[in-house]
C-alpha cells in the first residue's frame, strides 16, 4: 500500500522497484558468484550496477528525495559502497530554501588530515536518515547508526532499495527507535524470483 509519507504514486515506486531489482540481479547461470565465504551461491543483487547509470540514478534520486523531505530530513549519510550512490543521488534534488547535505561514514575516525569519523557538511543539530542500498540482517545498519551516534548526530531512520524481510532487520533497526523505508521488498530466502513492490516499506 502506498507509504503515508510519500506523494510518489504506488505505480511509479513499483516500476522503478522493480527496474532496479532487474537491473541489479545476478545469476549465477551469467557468472561465477559466491558468499562471503567463498561458497557458490545461486543470485545475488549489486546494486552498484543500476544506480551507477545516470538513468536510473537520477530517478531514484529524485523518489528517495521525495520520501526524506516528506519526514522532515534533509541530511543522509551513508556506510560503504553500497550507500554512496543513495546518498549523491539525492543530494541534486534540495531545493534553494532546503538544500540536502550528505556525509559518509568511516569505519574509524580518520589518523590525519582532519582526522573525521564522518566525512562531509552535516549539521549536528538536525537529525539524519542512513541510507543503504540493503537492508538484510540489520546489523551494518545498527553499526552505522552507533558511529554517528557516537559522533554526536542524532540518527532519524533509514532508507533503503531492497529489504530481504526473513532475516528480521527491520525489527532490529525500529528496536533502535528508527524508522525504516525500503522501495522493494524481497521475501523468499530461496528464490530471487519473488520481490513485491511496497510504498509502505519493509
Do not use: C
Not at 536510473?56 to 553500497?82: M, P, S
Amino acid at each position: 500500500m502506498p507509504n503515508d509519507h510519500s506523494t510518489v504514486p504506488e505505480s511509479a515506486l513499483a516500476k522503478l522497484g522493480h527496474t532496479l531489482y532487474q537491473r541489479a540481479l545476478v545469476r549465477r547461470e551469467d557468472e561465477s558468484i559466491t558468499d562471503p565465504r567463498g561458497q557458490p551461491i545461486g543470485w545475488l543483487l549489486d546494486t552498484r550496477t543500476p544506480m551507477l547509470d545516470g538513468d536510473v540514478f537520477a530517478e531514484a534520486g529524485a523518489v528517495l528525495a521525495e520520501r526524506l523531505r516528506a519526514r522532515g530530513i534533509d541530511q543522509v549519510a551513508g556506510f560503504g559502497y553500497g550507500a554512496f550512490p543513495l546518498v549523491t543521488a539525492v543530494l541534486p534534488h534540495g531545493t534553494a530554501e532546503r538544500p540536502f547535505r550528505g556525509g559518509f561514514i568511516r569505519e574509524r575516525r580518520k589518523a590525519y588530515g582532519r582526522r573525521r569519523l564522518v566525512e562531509g557538511p552535516l549539521d549536528r543539530s538536525k537529525p539524519v536518515a542512513l541510507m543503504d542500498d540493503i537492508l538484510n540482517s540489520g546489523r551494518s545498519a545498527a553499526r552505522a547508526a552507533s558511529l554517528l551516534r557516537s559522533d554526536g548526530f542524532e540518527v532519524a531512520g533509514v532508507v533503503t532499495l531492497f529489504n530481504f524481510t526473513w532475516s528480521g532487520g527491520r525489527a532490529r533497526l525500529e528496536a533502535e527507535g528508527l524508522w525504516v523505508e525500503s522501495l522493494l521488498e524481497l521475501n523468499l530466502r530461496e528464490s530471487a524470483r519473488s520481490a513485491t513492490a511496497s510504498g509502505d516499506t519493509v
